[in-house]
């Protein structure tokens, strides 16, 4: 099946630094991917909807200016949590479409995000 | 809002069939019914996914109800590695839009 990469899949950092996930499919095309967080115990949480070549779409409640989307490619994704504090500390978790295939969702493998 | 409801948690024994229910009686005609699961500290996994008719592949089997409120996921033969939070999800055919996670149902899975 298809298959989405995620990277890093754990990342250690102090707080006010940035830290910047990819998300890449290695067999597809992705015109739209997105990008989910899940506390502890809790369900996925869509933060926002990442298209190629153009801007984000944010959820309510998630500063676009905090939690930059970058999706310059139809294979990559790129998630930057600028001025990381310690309540971002979370599980992230980017998913995508095959554009040319059907209607099923790829995950990552998700990266847990400490910050101290 | 999810629009499944699905018992919070079940177990099952190592060998024997896990039955998982979910009700999503406010299904419209064009949506799909879609099940993942997300084991432990990873990505959801996509398991299974129907309309209106059963649906069988080298993971689980789907039984969507006649009247589709209410669908069953089957692991026909449930090992330990099944343990995971498995999410009933209803979709819109053709819909470029993501998936809403519900709570799900923490399956677990004991010898």
């Known amino acids: 099946g298809a298959v989405v990469s995620q990277h890093p899949s754990r990342v250690i950092c102090k707080s006010g630094t940035s830290v910047k996930i990819e998300c890449r499919s290695l067999d597809f095309q992705a015109t739209t991917m997105f990008w989910y967080r899940q506390f502890p115990k809790q369900s996925l949480m869509l933060m926002a909807t990442s298209n190629e070549g153009s801007k984000a779409t944010y959820e309510q409640g998630v500063e676009k200016d905090k939690f930059l989307i970058n999706h310059a490619s139809l294979t990559l994704s790129t998630l930057t949590v600028t001025s990381a504090h310690p309540e971002d500390s979370s599980f992230y978790i980017c998913?995508?479409?095959?554009?040319?295939?059907?209607?099923?969702?790829?995950f990552g493998s998700g990266t847990q995000l400490s910050v101290l | 809002d999810a629009k499944t409801t699905q018992p919070p948690s079940m177990d099952c024994a190592e060998g024997r069939a896990a039955n998982l229910p979910c009700n999503h009686s406010?299904?419209?005609?064009?949506?799909?019914v879609y099940w993942y699961r997300q084991i432990h500290s990873q990505g959801p996994q996509y398991i299974i996914h129907g309309l209106k008719n059963n649906e069988t592949n080298e993971m689980a089997s789907l039984i969507i109800t006649e009247d589709r409120k209410s669908s069953t996921l089957i692991l026909p033969h449930a090992t330990l590695r099944d343990t995971a939070v498995y999410y009933c999800i209803v979709r819109v055919r053709g819909s470029q839009g993501n998936l809403i996670f519900g709570k799900g149902t923490k399956l677990s899975v004991k010898p």
């Open positions: 998913s995508a479409r095959d554009s040319g295939g059907d209607e099923k969702l790829f």
């Open positions: 406010t299904i419209s005609g064009n949506e799909y």
